[in-house]
């Protein structure tokens, strides 16, 4: 029974987020299932959901993650024949896409870091790492 409640808990925000999702889709593609986690992490932080009610089937989900991806790779072998045409094109993308993330989160993190080390140094704690 405990682990239905759980299901019941993930499926609802699955379906919030879907719903949500619809509602907004004049204005920006989100899929539910993104707008869901969000949701869901949104009432785990505020503490709407405790983290024991979702606990076990979301660690199942994570832990066999690689099942739930089965479908789409068959999805895109079903269709190897359109992907030879634009694969050059998918790979310059990918690159991009990959070396842009990697800046943008790189320059996010040292200015997280940056303001975490002017905390420190503002509030006269010393650092124990061997950064610092």
Request: proline share 2%; glycine share 10%.
């Amino acid at each position: 029974m405990k682990i239905i409640k759980q299901l019941f808990w993930i499926f609802l925000f699955s379906l919030l987020g879907e719903g949500v999702s619809i509602l907004i889709s004049n204005f920006v593609a989100i899929p539910g299932s993104v707008i869901g986690m969000i949701l869901l992490f949104i009432a785990l932080h505020f503490e709407w959901i405790k983290l024991s009610q979702v606990d076990e089937v979301g660690t199942w989900l994570t832990d066999n993650m690689a099942i739930l991806f089965v479908p789409a790779g068959v999805g895109l072998m079903t269709n190897f024949e359109l992907l030879g045409d634009v694969w050059f094109q998918l790979l310059i993308i990918m690159v991009v896409t990959v070396s842009i993330m990697m800046c943008f989160v790189g320059t996010l993190v040292q200015k997280i870091m940056g303001k975490a080390g002017q905390k420190v140094k503002k509030t006269g704690i010393e650092r124990t790492d061997n950064n610092g």
